[in-house]
């Protein structure tokens, strides 16, 4: 018998815990910091160091939505997703959709495309945004979008 009744208080504590991992990924909203947030590229440190500045960074935006949803403009292009922080600094992207139009000469479309995607961390500093995380090094440093609901906090 109470062998029984330990299986079943296992089976409903185990139940529970799945639920509730479920319910986190099925609603991936984040009210930390980032959430109801603009931000605009000022530049990107590739992994080799590089340093590349966007010649108008208002083409390059990201928007964290209170509703766990992500909007970006990435040039001539734009992308959304989901997204959450379940930890201090974490930062954890759904799949991205986003339209694939040819952006013209200089953009940096490509780059960030591809090193957009290994994104895993995040920091505020000084009113800029900084995300990075990405295997091979390299950062991304954003600035408040005029329009932004809210500022970073430093």
């Given at each position: 018998m109470k062998t029984n009744l330990t299986r079943a208080l296992?089976?409903?504590?185990?139940?529970?815990?799945?639920?509730?991992?479920?319910?986190?990924?099925?609603?991936?909203?984040s009210p930390g910091e980032l959430a109801g947030t603009s931000w605009?590229?000022?530049?990107?440190?590739?992994?080799?160091?590089?340093?590349?500045?966007?010649?108008?960074?208002?083409?390059?935006?990201?928007?964290?939505g209170s509703d766990g949803r992500v909007t970006a403009r990435v040039d001539c292009?734009?992308?959304?997703?989901?997204?959450?922080s379940p930890r201090a600094n974490e930062l954890q992207f759904g799949s991205w959709s986003r339209t694939s139009t040819k952006c013209g000469p200089g953009s940096l479309h490509d780059k960030i495309v591809t090193e957009?995607?290994?994104v895993r961390?995040?920091?505020?500093?000084?009113?800029?945004?900084f995300l990075s995380g990405m295997a091979a090094g390299g950062?991304?440093?954003l600035e408040p979008l005029a329009t932004s609901s809210r500022r970073g906090r430093n």
């Open positions: 296992l089976t409903v504590a185990a139940v529970t815990i799945v639920f509730s991992t479920m319910s986190s990924f099925a609603h991936p909203q605009k590229l000022v530049r990107f440190q590739a992994p080799d160091e590089t340093i590349l500045v966007p010649g108008d960074g208002a083409k390059y935006t990201i928007t964290f292009n734009r992308a959304s997703s989901t997204w959450r957009g995607a290994a961390t995040y920091s505020l500093k000084n009113g800029h945004l950062y991304y440093e």
